[in-house]
Each structure stands twice: as structure tokens, then as C-alpha cells.
């Protein structure tokens, strides 16, 4: 196993395919908290709003230009991450979700210690012989991975009761509770926005100014959900159950806050109550401004 001499500062290089949503911020807080530890930490990604945040905070970034599902691009990006691998001389590497968990292992093949993150399972977000595919794939690499990380025991159980085997962890996300107080004053948003992103104007933490700009008055009851709009977040599901809160609550408004491949679909079903907010570069406000938060997934 390749250990960091003695006395040296341990170097992490993180492997991220998504950039956007929950693995973003994960990936921007693990890679902020190892730096002011010490470490040296370097993050291989796509070019874009995460590599620019990243880099602000210190992390050497190393342009990945990975797809976000695998497909013919696959070799290549092994073949870019060994490179990768070769010039960073990492101590740890730490992949996340599936597609940087696919690509870093094929490229690392258990010669660094390597940390897996799943994010969810990716057998779980597709059906057919893709999911058989994604399982006996995850069963696989498995054997490369000193730990697998999950973010509840839920999860942890998902893939133990899938037929993978290995060093688990259970690490749930950390929240900064005092982001979210109602009381506590605006800041300036962490992580931002992706080219072409649809984002609230002016003060991220101002819970009114955010309902006042999607016409929902201060006495609104509200109802908020943020996410990718996927079958795995569920925003169908909330949908439908709209309706019986609409029943009983006329006044009521939901707003969806994110963007993906549903929602146009999700548009085409939905009443006027719902707005349709598109990826903000901070949903604090939204939070802050709810009544009601709420998480239809599927899976998480």
C-alpha cells in the first residue's frame, strides 16, 4: 500500500463527475476543511463554476473533462485521470458518485488508497440491463475501494443487501444550522452558478425578497423543495400530492428549486400554485423562506 513519508502533509486528490447540486457542496466542504487541517488537497473535475470555486479556496484543480454518464468518452478519461494520478501523487484519492467512482477506480486499480462515495447507488437510478450492469460493476470494484462512504445507514444497507462487500462508513452531511435562522443576516452565496443557470437576483439570504420576486406574498403558506428535478428527487411524487394539499389549503404555494432532465415533464403537469425556480447559486433563502421543506426522494 502507498503511505505519505512521516511528518509529511497528507495529499488528497478528489475525483468529481457531477459538479453541480449535493456532490458540489460535499466536495467544496470536505476539500475547505482539509486544507485549514493542513493538507494538500487537489481536485480533478470539469472545468466550470466548482473548479473556479475550488480553486478561490486554495485546491490545485485538475481539468477533467469527463461526461456526466459513461459512454465511448470512458477510455479517455481513465487514460486523462492516470495522467492525472501520476502528476499529483496523491496519498489518498477520494471518488465521488458514480461515474468519478467508475473512471478513478479503472484508473487507480487499488495501487492508492482510494475512498468511494456513491451519492446513491447508480443500479438504483436506472432499470434493465443497465442496472444489472451498474450492480455487477459495483460488486466488482468493490476490491479497490479501502472504504466505501455512505451518507446514511440506509444507504450503507442498500448496497450491503446489493451484494457489496467491503469497509463501510457511515457519514452523514454536515449543516451549518446557523445559514438557515430566520433571523441571521444575508451572505453572499458559496458555490456559484453554473453558465446558463436561471438564479435569483440580489441578497441570497433574504427570505422576502425571494418571495417577492416570484410574486408569493409574506403570509403565503409555502411549501419548498430543492433538487435535482430527476425521478430519483421525486418532484412527481410531490405533485401529485399537491393536489390534496391544494384541497385543503387553497393559498398554498410550492416552489421547486433546481433544474435537470424532468422538467419539462414536470412543468407540463403542474398547476399554476407551482413555481418553477431553476438552479440559484444559494438556496438559502429558500429555505429560510419556507413554511414547509420538503424531500419526496426516492432514494438519497
Known amino acids: ?27 467544496t466542504d470536505l476539500t475547505r476543511a482539509q486544507l485549514a487541517a493542513g493538507m494538500r488537497v ?3 473535475c470539469p472545468d466550470g463554476g466548482l473548479a473556479d470555486r475550488l480553486r478561490s479556496l486554495g485546491a490545485d484543480v485538475r481539468n ?6 459513461p459512454g465511448p468518452a470512458l477510455v479517455p478519461e481513465v487514460r486523462r485521470l492516470v495522467r492525472v494520478l501520476e502528476d499529483v501523487r496523491p496519498d489518498l484519492v477520494h471518488a465521488h458518485s458514480a461515474k468519478a467512482g467508475l473512471a478513478g477506480r479503472l484508473a487507480v486499480r487499488g495501487r492508492i488508497p482510494t475512498v468511494f462515495q456513491p451519492h446513491a447507488w447508480s443500479f438504483e437510478a436506472v432499470g434493465g440491463t443497465a442496472g444489472l450492469l451498474a450492480l455487477g460493476w459495483e460488486r466488482w470494484a468493490a476490491r479497490w475501494a479501502a472504504r466505501t462512504v455512505c451518507v446514511s445507514e440506509a444507504e450503507r444497507l442498500r448496497g450491503v443487501r446489493a451484494g457489496l462487500r467491503g469497509p463501510w462508513s457511515v457519514v452523514p452531511n454536515g449543516i451549518d444550522l446557523t445559514r438557515f435562522d430566520t433571523d441571521a443576516p444575508g451572505e453572499a452565496p458559496e458555490d ?13 439570504g433574504d427570505p422576502g425578497g425571494v418571495r417577492l420576486r416570484h410574486g408569493i406574498g409574506p403570509d403565503v403558506p409555502l411549501a419548498v423543495c430543492v433538487g435535482r428535478l430527476c425521478r430519483q428527487k421525486g418532484q412527481d411524487l410531490l405533485l401529485s400530492a399537491w393536489e390534496t394539499v391544494r384541497a385543503r389549503v387553497p393559498g398554498a404555494r410550492l416552489v421547486l428549486v433546481g433544474d435537470g432532465p424532468d422538467r419539462a415533464r414536470l412543468a407540463a403537469r403542474a398547476p399554476a400554485s407551482v413555481v418553477f425556480a431553476g438552479t440559484v447559486a444559494d438556496a438559502t433563502a429558500w429555505y429560510r423562506a419556507a413554511d414547509l421543506v420538503v424531500l419526496p426522494s426516492r432514494w438519497e
Open 1 to 27: 500500500m502507498h503511505l505519505p513519508p512521516t511528518g509529511s502533509r497528507p495529499r488528497v486528490l478528489h475525483l468529481t463527475q457531477p459538479v453541480d447540486g449535493g456532490v458540489a457542496r460535499v466536495v
Open 42 to 44: 487537489a481536485v480533478a
Open 64 to 69: 477533467w473533462p469527463a461526461t456526466r454518464s
Open 192 to 204: 456559484p452558478a453554473e453558465p446558463g443557470d436561471s438564479s435569483d437576483s440580489g441578497d441570497p
